[in-house]
């Protein structure tokens, strides 16, 4: 499946265009390969626009999809939830859409989400669960939140799936579905627009089919430039962190994750295992529930008071553990965050990027944690699971991007380069290096 890159050369030698292009992806948007993908299409006004289109602009009237908390100018904002569809229009685009929007892209519609974002699986009670992509015999879960924006990429609906990252919501379906998946340093691209589950962790950023079309994404998103470079991997300090990454590993995941430090050490690189012992302190910082459930509740409570019986009870449940949080709590919270991220980027100063698995698991089948209370443990066992890799970073303020290691015939499994705030530049030098590694 060609990426954004290549696509777009192809309609400026004009070996297609992008007219065609839509059409097509239209095509596998409508498809059994997208059932619950979209929660709201906007497909005849999308082919005007491909038809449009400039070949020459950065996206060249090329697909994008928007997850379902994005404002959409003139529909209204649900997130994924129904006590939510009815609610005013938005009257202007999120920044986030805007930006695509004036780069070229075209959206053909609104993706479906964990209701208000608030899980890593993908389940959703009311607009249905999109299935994997990965497997045809056995349906599996999407990951999430970012859902329905994963399936449209990994499926061939869109070259960007625009999401939003507060524990790992665009790199947990990226690795899932086998594409790639970039969190950003949070301040660098605007959340405005966008319905928030935590103010202090929310990232906007995206998936795409590779990490040449991660930088495009994101430098549209920030409005600033990468300087990637081109450097061997030779030229990078690599650290492996084995604490906590590693707990309740699956052969598969294992398997894939060596076989790539394998590949990558065939290419040059200079990789080491630290410790990182701050790690082990995040127990203790987040005991009072974290910052995602007291903010959460602090926006939620009064919906929830109007409309709790329309949530999913699972999300409902999340949210309402925020409910028991004190103020000093809460401040101490602030204080030991911004301590931890101190020592934490002190340790990682002489690498260039951290190596982890994105996630433990591959993605169970969507039957062992579909709604229903009988499922609940299980749902909220893999849930976990799901979320404590890629969380790290979101608590960090960090950068990472996940991108694909598993081996044609295997489940996928993501290989996540991350490091601390405003290295994303250098993590994406490492990605392009990786890549090209790793696909040899």
Not at 19 to 38: L, N, V, W
Not at 46 to 72: E, H, V, W, Y
Not at 180 to 197: D, E, S
Request: hydrophobic share 45%; charged share 20%.
């Amino acid at each position: 499946m060609n990426d954004l890159h290549a696509t777009r050369l192809d309609l400026l030698a004009g070996g297609t265009d992008a007219r065609t292009k839509m059409e097509r992806a239209i095509d596998i948007s409508r498809s059994d390969a997208c059932a619950h993908a979209f929660t709201r299409t906007m497909f005849d006004e999308a082919l005007s626009s491909a038809q449009a289109s400039d070949p020459a602009s950065r996206l060249a009237g090329l697909a994008f999809t928007a997850k379902d908390l994005f404002d959409i100018e003139g529909q209204p904002t649900p997130a994924g939830s129904a006590v939510l569809a009815h609610a005013p229009a938005a009257k202007a685009d999120a920044p986030a859409v805007a930006r695509l929007r004036a780069a070229g892209g075209v959206l053909t519609g609104r993706t479906n989400m964990t209701e208000f974002a608030f899980s890593g699986v993908g389940v959703n009670p009311h607009h249905g669960t999109p299935a994997n992509v990965s497997d045809a015999a056995v349906p599996r879960i999407p990951g999430g939140s970012s859902s329905g924006a994963a399936i449209s990429v990994a499926s061939g609906a869109a070259f960007i799936g625009l999401g939003s990252d507060t524990g790992g919501s665009i790199r947990i379906p990226a690795a899932l579905n086998g594409i790639v998946g970039f969190k950003n340093t949070a301040r660098l691209t605007p959340t405005t627009g966008a319905l928030p589950l935590s103010t202090t962790l929310d990232t906007a950023c995206a998936m795409t089919r590779s990490v040449r079309d991660a930088i495009t994404a994101h430098e549209i998103l920030a409005a600033r430039r990468v300087t990637a470079g081109n450097a061997p991997l030779s030229a990078y300090r690599l650290a492996v962190v084995k604490k906590l990454f590693f707990d309740g590993i699956e052969p598969a995941v294992a398997t894939a994750f060596e076989r790539s430090l394998k590949a990558l050490r065939a290419a040059g690189a200079r990789i080491v295992e630290i410790e990182l012992l701050e790690l082990a302190e995040l127990g203790a910082i987040n005991a009072t529930g974290g910052f995602s459930a007291v903010e959460a509740y602090a926006w939620h409570r009064l919906l929830l008071e109007r409309s709790g019986a329309g949530y999913d009870p699972r999300v409902a449940q999340r949210i309402l553990r925020g409910a028991t949080m004190k103020a000093h709590e809460y401040i101490d919270l602030i204080h030991a965050r911004r301590s931890w991220i101190g020592r934490v980027e002190a340790a990682l100063e002489p690498f260039d990027a951290v190596l982890s698995p994105t996630v433990p698991i591959t993605a169970p089948p969507i039957a062992s944690v579909a709604p229903g209370a009988e499922r609940d443990e299980e749902f909220f066992r893999v849930n976990a699971l799901l979320l404590r890799n890629p969380s790290v970073i979101n608590m960090l303020d960090g950068c990472a991007i996940s991108l694909p290691c598993h081996a044609p015939g295997e489940l996928p499994v993501g290989l996540m380069l991350w490091h601390a705030a405003l290295h994303d530049d250098a993590v994406l030098a490492v990605a392009l290096q990786t890549e090209r590694a790793l696909q040899k």
